[in-house]
């Protein structure tokens, strides 16, 4: 399989296609955690969170963000 990489900036994105990677990146975490890998579920909660928080405004973005910031407090209390 051949995977190619392409460097982007955000700015060239539209909303969805951001909030597309924002939701790929919470997803990534979730398998993370359930599979007890919590460095990768706390570096993909964050940076679900950092893209959430980006996009501003919208009340669903700020939930997911939430979420976000609940499930890095879960890891840091299992870490503990």
């Known amino acids: 399989m051949k995977v190619e990489c392409k460097l982007f900036d955000l700015k060239d994105l539209t909303e969805s ?3 597309f990677i924002a939701e790929s990146f919470f997803s990534e975490a979730q398998g ?3 599979g007890g ?3 990768l579920a706390r570096r993909n909660y964050e940076t679900a969170y950092e893209l959430f928080s980006m996009m501003g405004g919208n009340e669903w973005y700020q939930i ?3 979420k976000c910031q ?3 407090t879960e890891i840091e209390e299992i870490q503990s």
Do not use: F, H, K, N
């Open 70 to 72: 609940e499930r890095l």
């Open 37 to 39: 890998y919590m460095s």
């Open 17 to 19: 296609q951001v909030s």
């Open 32 to 34: 993370d955690l359930e």
């Open 64 to 66: 997911r963000a939430r």
